[in-house]
């Protein structure tokens, strides 16, 4: 304990580490650094904690936009060097990027807008994209959103605020209070936008193709709607989660030790 080890691991290898704890089944932290000793991930990982004031801050990672799949795919085309994103959505064929100073960038297929950010969007401080809309996140808890709405997707209620985390799925969003309430708009079909008593103390929140995910603050996640191929019914037992993601028809959930559930 206390010793570092300095593999020279190649890009796509890994890294085992195996020993003795005492006492027996301690839980003993692992941090792994990159090469400037800067601290990319410790186990066990910790959950997400809702930020209790405002303004929000931006992440504090930033890198370069890289983008692969089908090369017919109108969201292949990135509008230039993309290098100080600090987060990045996909929708159904289009992207967002949020810029180190709060600006969103988007790009690809634009048939209904979705890629036509509000010239005065400023202080962003998250991005997710729908199937045919967008959403941001700024600094002082307010949500905008602009694309497609016919199931008025793009249309916040006017009295959220507050909000810590937003989530788009095909034509609904959820959007995390600060109190770990959820508010849900759009295509309401089989009460996706309503979150389910089971959802308590929510840190996080997800949405895909008509189904809804919320992790809860001791490791538990609740999905609800009718996802398909049984989306909606997460593993039995399944707890000790720290983040979860939705898919259009499927679900992930990363937990504490750095596995993943699908």
Request: aromatic share 6%.
């Amino acid at each position: 304990l206390g010793n570092r080890l300095d593999p020279n691991i190649p890009r796509g290898g890994e890294l085992v580490l195996r020993g003795r704890c005492y006492p027996p089944d301690s839980i003993v932290p692992i941090t792994i650094e990159n090469g400037f000793h800067q601290p990319l991930a410790t186990f066990p990982l910790d959950r997400p904690e809702r930020p209790a004031t405002f303004p929000l801050a931006r992440p504090s990672w930033y890198g370069r936009v890289e983008v692969r799949g089908d090369p017919s795919s109108p969201a292949m085309s990135t509008p230039g060097a993309l290098t100080d994103i600090l987060q990045i959505d996909a929708g159904l064929q289009h992207l967002l990027a949020l810029r180190m100073d709060g600006t969103v960038v988007a790009w690809g297929n634009n048939s209904n807008g979705q890629n036509n950010v509000p010239p005065d969007l400023r202080g962003v401080v998250q991005v997710s994209a729908g199937e045919l809309f967008s959403c941001a996140l700024g600094e002082n808890g307010r949500v905008v959103c602009w694309g497609a709405n016919g199931f008025d997707q793009s249309t916040p209620p006017t009295n959220l605020t507050e909000v810590v985390q937003i989530a788009a799925g095909q034509d609904h969003v959820l959007a995390l209070r600060a109190d770990g309430s959820i508010v849900g708009w759009g295509n309401g079909v089989n009460a996706i936008t309503s979150a389910p008593p089971a959802a308590v103390d929510v840190v996080k929140v997800a949405a895909g193709n008509r189904f809804s995910m919320a992790l809860n603050a001791d490791g538990t996640i609740v999905v609800w709607g009718t996802g398909l191929n049984g989306v909606n019914a997460p593993p039995p037992g399944l707890n000790d989660v720290v983040d979860i993601a939705a898919g259009s028809n499927f679900g992930l959930a990363l937990r504490s030790d750095g596995t993943v559930v699908a």
